[in-house]
C-alpha cells in the first residue's frame, strides 16, 4: 500500500460526490445543535496525515449506504433508512476503570486539544467485501493520555449507544445488546487507531456511526465499533460481542488475514463495494495493507490461534 502525506479528499474525490453527500446527512449533522457547531468548523479544517492511502476514497452513498450497524437493522441499507431518528446532540462518553480522570465528558470534552486529521484507511469487512474512507479523526492515544491510563492496565473496552426508542434494529435479540467491543492497550495506543468524528470533511453521518465512532484499519471492519458511549481500561481482557456470539468464527483480535480463513468463506481475496457485480476481486493484504506499522504487536504469537 502507497501512503501519500499531502492527501486530502479533494485530491481524490469528484467535487460532485463530495457536493451529493450533504443530500445524505441533510441539516441533521450540519445544523443539529450549537452542541455539534464547533467540532464541524474544525472537522473542515483537518489536515491530511501521512497514514492516508492513495486508494480513491468510495462515494458516501456507497459508505453510508452499504453498512453494517444492527442496530437499526441487518440489510446493508437499514442504517442509512432508519438511523436518521437517532439523537446525536447532546452526546457524552462515560470514561472508566483504571484511569486517573474518570468521568462523563461530552463530545466537546473528548475532542479538546486533539489535532484532527483527515485519515484515508482502507476498510475491510469479516464478510469479504472492501472499500476506502475518509475519515475525520484523532488518534485515541491522545484521548488515553490525557484521561491517564494506570500502570496495571492492559485492554480498552469500548459499549456502543443501546437505545431501543431509537434503534429498531435493538427491538429483537439479533445479537446480545449492547454491543460491545475492545482492544489491547498497545493497539489502542498505535497511532493508527483513531476516534472518527467526521467523514468527508463534515461531521459523521448516523450510519456510519455518528456522533464518535473507533477506526483500526488493520482489522475487520467489526472491530471498528460506532457510536461510543463508554470507554472502559480494564486489567482483564473484555467481552466482544462477535467473540461472545461464536467464537470459532469471530476472534478477539479480528487482525485481516488473508491466511486465516472464515469457516464460512475464503478471506484471501475482497469485493471493493462500488465496482460492480462483475468487478474482479482485489487479492486481500495481510492487516489490510498497514502491516509495516502494527506487525511488530503481534511478534512471537501465532495468528491462525491468536485469530
Not at 192 to 221: C, D
Request: with cysteine.
Amino acid at each position: 500500500m502507497r501512503f501519500r502525506p499531502d492527501l486530502g479528499w479533494s485530491d481524490v474525490t469528484p467535487r460532485a460526490d463530495f457536493l451529493n453527500r450533504r443530500q445524505l446527512i441533510g441539516g441533521a449533522a450540519a445544523l443539529g445543535g450549537l452542541g455539534l457547531a464547533a467540532p464541524l468548523r474544525a472537522e473542515i479544517q483537518a489536515a491530511p496525515s501521512r497514514y492516508s492511502t492513495d486508494e480513491t476514497p468510495n462515494a458516501l452513498e456507497e459508505i453510508s449506504g452499504y453498512c453494517n450497524f444492527y442496530e437499526f437493522g441487518t440489510g446493508k441499507g437499514d442504517p442509512e433508512k432508519n438511523a436518521g431518528q437517532m439523537t446525536t446532540d447532546p452526546w457524552s462518553v462515560e470514561i472508566g476503570g483504571l484511569v486517573e480522570r474518570p468521568g462523563r465528558y461530552d463530545l466537546a470534552d473528548v475532542m479538546k486539544g486533539q489535532p484532527l486529521e483527515e485519515r484515508i484507511y482502507r476498510l475491510r469487512c469479516v464478510e469479504a467485501w472492501s472499500m476506502v474512507v475518509p475519515w475525520i479523526g484523532f488518534q485515541l492515544s491522545g484521548l488515553l493520555d490525557r484521561i491517564g491510563v494506570q500502570p496495571s492496565a492492559k485492554y480498552v473496552a469500548f459499549e456502543t449507544l443501546y437505545r431501543p426508542e431509537e434503534m429498531p434494529g435493538t427491538r429483537r435479540p439479533v445479537i446480545p445488546w449492547p454491543y460491545v467491543e475492545g482492544l489491547r492497550l498497545d493497539e489502542a495506543m498505535n497511532p493508527l487507531t483513531i476516534l472518527a468524528t467526521g467523514l468527508y470533511g463534515e461531521a459523521l453521518p448516523n450510519p456510519n456511526g455518528a456522533p464518535i465512532r473507533l477506526v483500526v484499519p488493520w482489522k475487520y471492519g467489526f472491530k471498528s465499533i460506532k457510536s461510543i458511549v463508554r470507554i472502559t481500561l480494564t486489567e482483564e481482557q473484555p467481552p466482544a460481542t462477535w467473540n461472545i456470539v461464536n467464537p470459532r468464527e469471530y476472534g478477539f483480535y479480528s487482525n485481516v488475514n488473508p491466511e486465516v480463513d472464515h469457516p464460512r468463506w475464503s478471506q484471501a481475496s475482497e469485493r471493493r463495494v462500488g465496482g460492480g457485480f462483475f468487478a474482479a476481486k482485489i487479492p486481500t493484504q495481510k492487516f489490510n495493507g498497514y502491516g509495516e506499522y502494527v506487525a511488530g504487536l503481534y511478534d512471537g504469537m501465532d495468528l491462525t490461534k491468536s485469530f
